[in-house]
């Protein structure tokens, strides 16, 4: 079968239905209306100025057609809900569709801003996660339900994973954003990230015309949430995304993402240090006054570590002497014109926002970003304290040529061989390899594209289109990258496996795993393993959504888990104090 190969996804206009009126927000080039839109010419102006008699002598325009929106029927599952949600269930409330995929960054920015709006209108909005997948790992429920726990999204989210919905809306883009009134009826609809202020301004004026029309029910809604059902994180790690071993320091630093911290062991998993509090936010300070959000990758050297804090948007530096994380990199807001990421020259690294950086790799003085929301990877040099795009033009695609015209597409884990970068470039399910020395090319080891993925061992790079179909190996959405004994280890993430690609052969094959789970020794399974790190014969696996540390001797092949001692869950923050009656 060949890959599916869609064509390019449009950027959607808001469509505006109803009494609601026209919705005009900047940016917006062109609206375009349910029914028979207005449009003056030539002619109508040049009336106008003949003089015409006032508008309230004219008859009331005739009222606008109303279009239903689809109903919520042909999901798999639903999620963080006990049954089926439906249209005619949510009458009364203003419904907002979040057309989304777990893999995608764009999708993942978005779920700030739609928390935002959940707890602006908390009595009047229902937000529904369609989840409409890309790759064939994310039609799984499982998959989506351990998203929804990782991301901690609390609104209820169906399996869309047939497309039935994402055809009926004629959906074309991820994310896309539907909005439908308390009737059932469409408002409409944008695609893309950042449009915070566009949708808390129509639905304000949608809430407004519901209220004349009394037709808004304004009872908040609760529903039955997936944490709540499996009683809360407590696992002594929560989806960690990253490990990386120091065997210098004999110490292992631990991602561990979803309880928002770092954790530092010994090799044999006895807690040495943990920096953070546990609850995410933003503060540096003191390893127990400290907060992260989401951190993934770390790198090491001597007492000090580098962690790509990435819901932060920031690169933080912990000091395992002082027991102290400072801010080297970032502003603490994610950047959001598109000119940070053409920048030709280094600036100050804390006047520069960053756009989730998800892996970080030292090379002597120079700290290499992986800069997934801006689909680059970026430097910072440590001594000098400034930051510039390394490569990647900022395009999301698969494309080789010269560092700056490079397209990278969410590059997420990064190693060396002390000559090249080698990149985990997860959206098109690639790796590629980058020279050293701020000169050259980057070429593409495995991969095809946006589009282009699968599960098969086999030779990397196929020149005969009709062979490269039925033998070319794939990999799908690969988040982790190590280098030992002269070859790649790869996080195949949605295979759930661990790959090896020999440079020397140029083929790629299965060096582990292959189904979800938790064997061991050598049949063992993974789950989403995010990262992997490689030190003294071993490979450190962060098997992401098994919530542990695999470790891995790769001669032998024997895998076990890493027993952590001394490393437990957070505790809970402490509940509000009861306010007063009055």
């Given at each position: 079968m060949p890959d599916p190969v869609p064509a390019p996804p449009r950027r959607l206009p808001w469509l505006l239905a109803g009494a609601a009126g026209v919705f005009v927000a900047a940016l917006v080039v062109s609206v375009l209306f349910v029914g028979e839109p207005a449009v003056a010419g030539a002619d109508d102006k040049a009336k106008d100025k003949a003089g015409k008699k006032d508008a309230k002598d004219d008859?009331?325009?005739?009222?606008?057609?109303?279009?239903?929106?689809?109903?919520?029927?042909?999901?798999?599952?639903?999620?963080?809900?006990?049954?089926?949600?439906?249209?005619?269930?949510?009458?009364?409330?203003?419904?907002?569709?979040?057309?989304?995929?777990?893999?995608?960054?764009?999708?993942?920015?978005?779920?700030?801003?739609?928390?935002?709006?959940?707890?602006r209108f908390r009595n009047e909005l229902v937000v529904?996660?369609?989840?409409?997948?890309?790759?064939?790992?994310?039609?799984?429920?499982?998959?989506?339900?351990?998203?929804?726990?990782?991301?901690?999204?609390?609104?209820?989210?169906?399996?869309?994973?047939?497309?039935?919905?994402?055809?009926a809306y004629e959906v074309d883009a991820w994310p896309t954003m539907v909005l439908i009134d308390p009737e059932g009826n469409l408002v409409g609809?944008?695609?893309?990230?950042?449009?915070?202020?566009?949708?808390?301004?129509?639905?304000?004026?949608?809430?407004?015309?519901?209220?004349?029309?009394k037709t808004l029910n304004e009872t908040p809604v609760r529903f039955d949430l997936a944490r709540l059902r499996e009683g809360g994180d407590t696992t002594p790690l929560y989806f960690p995304g990253k490990v990386t071993a120091d065997p210098a320091g004999a110490r292992l630093f631990i991602a561990?993402?979803?309880?928002?911290?770092?954790?530092?062991?010994d090799m044999s998993g006895n807690a040495v240090a943990v920096a953070g509090t546990g609850q995410p936010g933003y503060e540096d300070g003191a390893f127990n006054v400290a907060q992260f959000d989401d951190p993934q990758g770390i790198a090491v050297s001597g007492d000090f570590a580098y962690v790509a804090d990435r819901k932060n948007h920031v690169i933080r530096r912990l000091d395992l002497k002082n027991k102290t994380v400072v801010t080297v990199a970032g502003t603490g807001k994610q950047a959001s014109d598109p000119n940070d990421r053409r920048i030709q020259s280094a600036v100050p690294a804390k006047s520069m926002g960053l756009n989730s950086p998800w892996d970080v790799l030292l090379v002597g003085d120079e700290l290499f970003i992986a800069m997934?929301?801006?689909?680059?990877?970026?430097?910072?040099?440590?001594?000098?304290?400034?930051?510039?795009?390394?490569?990647?033009?900022?395009?999301?695609?698969?494309?080789?040529?010269?560092?700056?015209?490079?397209?990278?597409?969410?590059?997420?884990?990064?190693?060396?061989?002390?000559?090249?970068?080698?990149?985990?470039?997860?959206?098109?399910?690639?790796?590629?390899?980058?020279p050293l020395g701020g000169k050259g090319e980057v070429k593409t080891l495995v991969g095809r594209g946006l589009f282009v993925f699968g599960d098969k061992d086999g030779p990397a790079r196929i020149d005969d289109p009709l062979e490269r179909e039925t033998k070319e190996a794939r990999l799908q959405h690969a988040l982790g990258v190590a280098y030992a004994d002269g070859k790649l280890y790869v996080a195949d993430t949605y295979n759930s496996k661990l790959r090896v690609y020999d440079p020397a052969t140029k083929q790629l094959n299965t060096f582990l795993g292959g189904n979800d789970g938790g064997g061991w020794f050598t049949s063992p399974t993974f789950n989403e393993p995010g990262g992997l790190s490689a030190a003294?014969?071993?490979?450190?696996?962060?098997?992401?959504?098994?919530?542990?540390?695999?470790?891995?001797?790769?001669?032998?092949?024997?895998?076990?888990?890493?027993k952590l001692t001394g490393v437990d869950p957070p505790k809970p923050p402490p509940a509000p104090a009861p306010v007063p009656k009055r």
């Open positions: 008859p009331p325009p005739p009222p606008r057609k109303r279009v239903p929106a689809p109903e919520l029927t042909g999901g798999t599952a639903w999620l963080n809900t006990a049954r089926p949600l439906s249209l005619k269930d949510l009458r009364g409330k203003v419904v907002l569709l979040d057309f989304w995929t777990l893999c995608c960054i764009n999708c993942i920015h978005c779920l700030p801003d739609l928390h935002k709006l959940e707890q529904i996660g369609v989840h409409s997948p890309k790759f064939d790992n994310e039609k799984d429920t499982l998959s989506i339900r351990k998203a929804v726990l990782r991301y901690q999204i609390e609104h209820p989210v169906v399996n869309d994973a047939d497309r039935k919905l994402w055809d609809y944008t695609s893309g990230e950042g449009n915070y202020d566009l949708l808390a301004g129509v639905i304000e004026r949608v809430v407004a015309d519901a209220k004349t029309r561990d993402s979803t309880h928002h911290r770092v954790v530092v062991t997934a929301g801006h689909h680059q990877l970026w430097t910072y040099d440590t001594k000098k304290d400034e930051i510039a795009p390394y490569a990647g033009s900022g395009r999301e695609n698969i494309g080789d040529g010269p560092l700056p015209f490079a397209m990278l597409a969410q590059p997420s884990g990064l190693a060396t061989d002390g000559k090249s970068l080698f990149v985990a470039d997860s959206e098109v399910s690639a790796l590629r390899e980058v003294g014969g071993k490979l450190y696996v962060a098997d992401t959504n098994a919530h542990r540390i695999r470790v891995v001797d790769i001669r032998t092949r024997e895998v076990s888990t890493l």
